[in-house]
Nanobody, 128 residues
Framework: QVHVAESGGGLVQPGGSLKLSCAASGGDLDSYAIGWFRRAPGKEREGVACLAMSDGTRAYGDSMRGRFTISRDGAKNTIHLKMTNLSRVDRAVYYC?????????????????????WGQGTPVTVGT
């Protein structure tokens, strides 16, 4: 059974940076892509970035490339999301998910699938 747990959310000033971390464990992680998704107040969930555990390929959601960088700690099954130049539009609950697919491209566009595993989410607030 795969498990994921997020950490690193919080309050950041406009223009600032923040790094989120997702610890993945259990199961056959090479069958999964680990991704970051977000849901802003009143909006649909959107894919931010995904990384395929089998080969390290990455994919980003529309408009996410440039300010968001997904990476993996090679020694651990920890996936980081580095976010820069944050603004109020980035305010959301950020979720880590283990998406049952070896494709980062499929992961970042995923809807609902019963074999996916989701974390509890971590809030990111941008403001004074």
């Amino acid at each position: 059974q795969v498990h994921v747990a997020e950490s690193g959310g919080g309050l950041v000033q406009p223009g600032g940076s923040l790094k989120l971390s997702c610890a993945a464990s259990g199961g056959d992680l090479d069958s999964y892509a680990i991704g970051w998704f977000r849901r802003a107040p009143g909006k649909e969930r959107e894919g931010v970035a995904c990384l395929a555990m089998s080969d390290g390929t990455r994919a980003y959601g529309d408009s996410m490339r440039g300010r968001f960088t997904i990476s993996r700690d090679g020694a651990k099954n920890t996936i980081h999301l580095k976010m820069t130049n944050l603004s109020r539009v980035d305010r959301a609950v950020y979720y880590c998910a283990a998406i049952y697919s070896q494709s980062a491209y499929v992961c970042v566009r995923r809807g609902e699938f019963h074999l996916d595993v989701w974390g509890q989410g971590t809030p990111v607030t941008v403001g004074t």
